[in-house]
């Protein structure tokens, strides 16, 4: 079955710090892979997205992600935390033309003075 | 930002009471989706549609029904509401069916 799996439930990190946060997934072909931002009482944001070719794609607000096929992972990058990117980032999933997205449960980041 | 909204943002109802969610979009997107937000479940598929008229379900489709009579607007129906569809409702649109942009929400409460 086709599913996203974000790991880590809360992520806590000082201001300055660097971040990764871990998305996997399980897909027979190559996925199309997002990660989206929800501030809180907000709706979502799309930072970046993977269709095909460079594995390392750069996103808004400074995040970046890379797509391993061979550990079936997209994880979240962010090489220095700012305050305001404490909100729940979600990861999503899905196949071209399949219409379907399947979301990650999600990791809310909560970021340290 | 795209041009979606959802309507109401905020309600409340009674167990047994049908209940309509809008959602119109000024994108003139093919595709729109239904997911509901659950803490722990992150969004989850209810209902989609590829065009006007043609809908099909998402993993989340039991006692929710979904119409599309215009290009722009897509309504997700609770026949008889149970406090089980109480749960933040949004919407997303799709010009290619692969990057979705999402509506603010509608957070409905079911007594």
């Known amino acids: 079955a086709q599913s996203v799996t974000q790991p880590d439930i809360h992520i806590t990190v000082s201001e300055g710090a660097s971040l990764e946060l871990r998305c996997n997934y399980s897909?027979?072909?190559?996925?199309?892979l997002f990660w989206y931002v929800q501030s809180p009482g907000q709706g979502l944001q799309l930072l970046l997205k993977y269709f095909s070719g460079d594995t390392l794609v750069q996103g808004i607000k400074g995040f970046e992600a890379e797509f391993k096929r061979s550990q079936s992972s997209f994880n979240l990058r962010k090489p220095s935390v700012h305050w305001s990117d404490a909100a729940e980032y979600f990861c999503a999933g899905g196949q071209y033309n399949f219409n379907k997205f399947y979301f990650g449960s999600g990791t809310k980041l909560n970021v340290k003075p | 930002d795209a041009g979606i909204t959802q309507s109401p943002r905020h309600k409340v109802t009674e167990t047994g009471t049908p209940v309509t969610l809008r959602c119109h979009q000024t994108?003139?997107?093919?595709?729109m989706y239904w997911y509901r937000q659950d803490p722990g479940h992150g969004l989850r598929l209810i209902h989609y549609s590829y065009g006007v008229k043609d809908t099909d379900k998402g993993e989340v489709s039991d006692g929710y029904s979904v119409s599309r009579s215009k290009t722009e607007d897509f309504l997700l129906t609770l026949e008889s509401a149970t406090s089980s569809q109480t749960s933040v409702y949004f919407c997303?649109?799709?010009?290619?069916?692969?990057?979705?942009?999402f509506g603010p929400g509608t957070r409905l409460t079911v007594l």
């Open positions: 994108e003139n997107h093919r595709y």
């Open positions: 997303a649109i799709s010009g290619t069916g692969d990057e979705q942009f």
């Open positions: 897909y027979g072909a190559t996925p199309y």
